[in-house]
């Protein structure tokens, strides 16, 4: 188990480089598994949960290595259809290797996934669609079996949810199906446009990502490409709120704006100066920040699930109240019990955590249980005065490229024991 030591109560300074985006990184290498040759897929995070996607692509008989930033993979001896619980407990991520693989092979054979544990993540709709495109879908104790003897077509299917997982899913089963699906409430998230523009480099028709409304024409069969990955949308957000909390100046480097608009309003309205502009972010916070305005997590290009947890630290630290109201996941808010180690004043009642920002914040020991929480304790940490431990920390390691080497560039203590 690895910990990190944060010696924190100073200012950051400095530049950082976004990393390329893990939610975008894992469903573009299952899409590499329906591509003939080779796909070569730059900035490429180093994280854990890639790692557990290249292990799949590797026992189902493909080829990946590294090479520097990029992952090169190439599918063309594909010999198995089925996943193993072992590497499909690593991540919650996996269960999109169900749509990649009913596209390849006709049949997929996988157990449910594992992942970050955010409360009850079922994969219905995801299922329920792929029916739709006419897969045959038998689950046996935690085991699901998808088939498509005769191929999969296009339907018209409608989500009740706009589910990113599922959006993709369907993406992947559709883009080679026969004839045209078209998806309603389909996710809009920039990682969804982005899984898009690869497979549509790679040959496949898929109109609107991004939209509501996706249509996409089967096509016989995918190529592999080269591609880069979007910037990590929540990495930028994590060091905003590092940022906001230590009182420091930062550039981000590689931002792309507009994936960040709702996130860039919040720190705006208490109190932060934010200029983008060619890619770089400056964000300049004024010696305390003020209390956010209510966060409410909704779907893209609502406020994202995935930042509520670091704003909530550097709210910790604010002027006044700030509430948040988490309307995706139901168990999202397993951070909180350790900010009020850090000091913090912070009541929970179903969805709703309302903040009391304190002055200070102050050390202690902490114990990270999910990845985005985790970020939000090294974010309070850096605040807290003294020297926190905060434990955990292979959950930060599935999302978080060298987390420790970059917050040590940019002034902070930090260390990896
Ligand atoms: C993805 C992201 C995750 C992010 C989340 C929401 C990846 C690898 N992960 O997760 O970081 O927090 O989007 O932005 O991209 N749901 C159902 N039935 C389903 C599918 C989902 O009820 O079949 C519910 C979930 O329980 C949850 C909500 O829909 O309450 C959102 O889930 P979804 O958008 O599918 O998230 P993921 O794709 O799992």
């Known amino acids: 188990m690895s910990k990190y030591l944060v010696n924190g109560g100073f200012r950051l300074c400095g530049s950082a480089e976004l990393q390329g985006a893990k939610n975008s990184a894992l469903p573009i290498l299952a899409a590499s598994l329906m591509c003939g040759g080779e796909s070569v ?72 996934p594992g992942g970050c544990d955010l409360g009850p993540r079922p994969i219905d709709l995801h299922l329920k669609a792929l029916k739709s495109l006419g897969a045959q879908i038998k689950e046996r104790y935690g085991v699901i079996e998808c088939s498509a003897p005769n191929g999969l077509s296009g339907a ?7 589910s990113v997982g599922a959006t993709e899913n369907i993406i992947l089963a559709a883009s080679t199906a026969k ?15 982005d899984l898009c523009e690869f497979l549509n480099k790679a040959g496949a028709k898929i109109y609107g990502a991004g939209e509501g409304v996706i249509v996409i024409d089967g096509v016989k069969s995918l190529s592999g490409v080269n591609h880069t990955v979007i910037p990590d949308r929540i990495v930028a957000a994590t060091l905003m709120s590092a940022a906001a909390a230590t009182g420091s100046q930062l550039v981000l480097e590689g931002v792309i704006q507009s994936h960040l608009n709702a996130v ?55 002027k006044g109240t700030s509430v948040f109201v988490e309307n995706i996941f139901e168990n999202r808010y397993k951070h909180v019990g ?21 002055e200070k914040l102050y050390a202690a020991e902490v114990e990270a249980r999910d990845l985005r929480g985790a970020a939000a304790l090294v974010v309070a940490a850096l605040a807290a005065e003294g020297e926190s431990e905060i434990s955990g920390i292979e959950y930060l390691e599935r999302g978080y490229e060298d987390f420790e080497l970059l917050l040590s560039s940019l002034g902070a203590k930090v260390k990896r024991i």
């Open 179 to 193: 004839g045209t699906t078209t998806l309603t409430n389909a996710a809009r998230e920039p990682e969804i446009v």
């Open 156 to 162: 018209k299917i409608a989500l009740s949810f706009p």
């Open 264 to 318: 860039i309003s919040v720190f705006e309205e208490s109190g932060c100066y934010i200029k983008c502009e060619m890619g770089k972010m400056l964000i300049k916070p004024p010696e305390r920040l003020s209390a956010m305005p209510m966060i409410r997590t909704m779907p893209y290009p609502g406020f994202p699930t995935d930042a509520q947890a670091v704003l909530m630290s550097a709210a910790c630290l604010g």
């Open 338 to 358: 350790e900010l009020l180690r850090l000091g913090a004043d912070i009541r929970v009642e179903n969805k709703v955590a309302v903040v009391n920002g304190r």
């Open 41 to 112: 897929i730059f900035n490429c995070p180093r994280l854990s949960d890639v790692s557990a996607a290249a292990n799949i692509l590797r026992y189902l008989g493909c080829s990946v290595r590294r090479e520097g930033d990029a992952v090169l993979v190439n599918c063309d001896a594909v010999c198995r259809e089925d996943i193993p619980d072992s590497l499909m407990r690593e991540m919650r991520g996996s269960v999109i290797f169900l749509g990649a693989l009913l596209s390849r092979n006709g049949r997929a054979v996988m157990t449910f």
